[in-house]
T-cell receptor, first 113, second 112 residues
């Protein structure tokens, strides 16, 4: 079963705009990760945030985590056509994210050139 | 290419047939995972290995499913007596003890 849900299910924005996706989950976690999946390709790990962290940055990505609300958000700034993909949040059972992952339902992001 | 590889990339079979998929992890990774992904959904965990030991199996993994990692390197996932509901993308991932999981391209199974 899915641990959580991403919101929105689908998002279309103009190239250069920022994209924000949200993830809600149900149970206590040790960490939360975001993955990207391009059409017909495997999942690519983007960023991991631990339960004792509130915000993390990686290039154009910014992730926040609110454990009291059991929610996370992924912000992609200055979007590019290559960012078109599905984005999934996943919760892991260990501090390092190396045990089984429980994924959300995903947000399909389309960047319009 | 030193990433996770999976073979075959696509498999079409008739209901009732057996199928076997192979996953070759990144060479130094001691953990290997199998997930299943259906259209429009996120991946769902099936099972994982640490070296050759199968440490956890999901309830999704019915008796028709079996996975092995005989020498702690590559892994196989076999589905016996396939059903149409088995149609999905089967994803393999690998990791070290303290790193993120790296995913392969997946094997897309279609059961007719």
């Amino acid at each position: 079963s899915q641990q959580g849900e991403e919101d929105p299910q689908a998002l279309s924005i103009q190239e250069g705009e920022n994209a924000t996706m949200n993830c809600s989950y149900k149970t206590s976690i040790n960490n939360l990760q975001w993955y990207r999946q391009n059409s017909g390709r495997g999942l690519v790990h983007l960023i991991l945030i631990r339960s004792n962290e509130r915000e993390k940055h990686s290039g154009r990505l910014r992730v926040t985590l609110d454990t009291s609300k059991k929610s996370s958000s992924l912000l992609i700034t200055a979007s590019r056509a290559a960012d078109t993909a599905s984005y999934f949040c996943a919760t892991g059972g260990s501090n390092f994210g190396n045990e089984k992952l429980t994924f959300g339902t995903g947000t399909r992001l389309t960047i319009i050139p | 290419d030193t990433g996770v590889s999976q073979d075959p990339r696509h498999k079409i079979t008739k209901r009732g047939q057996n199928v076997t998929f192979r996953c070759d992890p990144i060479s130094e990774h001691n953990r290997l995972y199998w997930y299943r992904q259906t259209l429009g959904q996120g991946p769902e965990f099936l099972t994982y290995f640490q070296n050759e030991a199968q440490l956890e199996k999901s309830r999704l993994l019915s008796d028709r499913f079996s996975a092995e990692r005989p020498k702690g390197s590559f892994s196989t996932l076999e589905i016996q007596r396939t059903e149409q509901g088995d149609s999905a993308m089967y994803l393999c991932a690998s990791s070290l003890m303290d790193t993120e999981q790296f995913f392969g391209p997946g094997t897309r199974l279609t059961v007719l």
